[in-house]
């Protein structure tokens, strides 16, 4: 029985620095450099596939992580003529694979290219990738190895699609998945749609154009005029504009407490309570901020109170780090980056935003 082709999500989450030139040169990566050897890949795509695949983890991580999954997609069940749709910030890009079996890092032609800094991309004869960087001030070199071990040849279909212009709400959500890749076949009408409009140059909506060119300003102002302190104030605000009884920011040296929360709303109608832990900066928010709501939740959540309790981490920055998304999953916790929350806050109106104060 002939195949069916599939489109699969694809994250740039690890060592995005590296992983994207090397996708802008036709080659999508994923880490787990520890199994990248033709063994590996020959005794996944075998009869005997998932067993060893397992076995494989056993023997050389000593335990079964659930990011393994990722790998498996990847190795084993992508195969040549599938697209791979993969997010980037406010927009998406469309490849297809054009071989059926994945590559190591080692074995791949690559051309000189360089990280976002500028600093140089080596294969050596380790079979590792290498990032070379200078120190400024003793101009010493230093050799860091970069954890991907595999590469699928890709060719482009389309770059860079507005999200908000382009993506249904159906592929909006799913781009917002908490793991490296996922098989999103199910969605292949809204791809479709996507990438016709695109070409054609005919948005969806009027809605999401306007949301599209006015929520990166939005972003870029909160960045550069508010305070971490002001910047939990307009989480307040917000919460405030959508309806929630009360709202109120605790103070910081609370006696006893466990974990963080920077920003509570109370939903007295609902009987709901929103916990927020709150970031301010650009850049990549790591997992300590999902381990500090985390904890309180632990915490809030030993009280009857009657009180339904949702956990939030509200940020700034551009997007999460792969080990936030994967704690916060098994959390049950929201996370909002700075592109999200700017949205929320064109979608609850900016009336009188002027006016925000502690």
């Known amino acids: ?62 335990n079964r992580p659930r990011t393994r999954k990722n790998l498996w997609r990847f190795v084993a069940e992508m195969r040549e003529g599938d697209l791979i749709v993969v997010p980037n910030w406010g927009t998406f890009s469309v490849y297809e694979l054009t ?31 290498h990032k070379i960087t200078t120190d400024k001030s003793t101009g010493k070199s230093k050799d860091e190895i970069i954890d991907l071990g595999f590469v699928r040849k890709v060719k482009l279909i389309e770059k860079d699609i507005p999200r908000y212009e382009y993506a249904d709400s159906a592929l909006t959500s799913r781009m917002k998945i908490q793991y490296t890749n996922a098989d999103i076949t199910e969605l292949k009408a ?118 339904s309790k949702i956990y939030w981490v509200i940020s700034s920055a551009d997007n999460f780090s792969e080990e936030a998304y994967v704690s916060a999953k098994e959390a049950k916790v929201q996370l909002v980056d700075g592109e999200q929350f700017a949205t929320m806050l064109l979608e609850a109106g900016i009336v009188n935003l002027d006016k925000v104060s502690g």
């Open 190 to 307: 809204s791809i479709e749609k996507a990438l016709e409009g695109f070409k054609k140059g005919q948005p969806l909506n009027i809605y999401s154009q306007i949301i599209s060119k006015t929520r990166q300003s939005i972003l870029d102002t909160i960045r550069e005029e508010l305070t971490p302190d002001k910047f939990e104030i307009l989480v307040k605000w917000y919460f405030q504009r959508i309806g929630a009884s009360e709202v109120y920011i605790p103070s910081k040296n609370e006696s006893g407490k466990e974990g963080d929360a920077d920003v509570i709303a109370v939903f007295e109608p609902l009987k709901t309570i929103i916990y927020s832990q709150v970031k301010f900066h650009t850049g990549e928010t790591s997992s300590w901020a999902i381990e500090q709501i985390i904890s309180y939740k632990d915490q809030k959540d030993t009280m009857d109170d009657g009180y």
């Open 1 to 62: 029985m002939e195949r069916t082709t599939k489109i699969w999500l694809h994250r740039i989450s690890h060592h995005g620095e590296v992983a994207r030139p090397l996708l802008d040169n036709g080659y999508l990566s994923i880490g787990f450099s520890d199994f990248s050897t033709q063994d590996f890949i020959k005794d996944v795509r075998g009869e005997n596939d998932w067993q060893l695949f397992e076995e494989y983890f056993d023997g050389t991580w000593g």
């Open 99 to 129: 071989e059926d079996m994945a590559r190591l890092v080692s074995e791949i032609e690559l051309s000189e290219i360089t990280d976002w800094d500028g600093n140089k991309i080596e294969k050596k004869e380790d079979g590792y990738l």
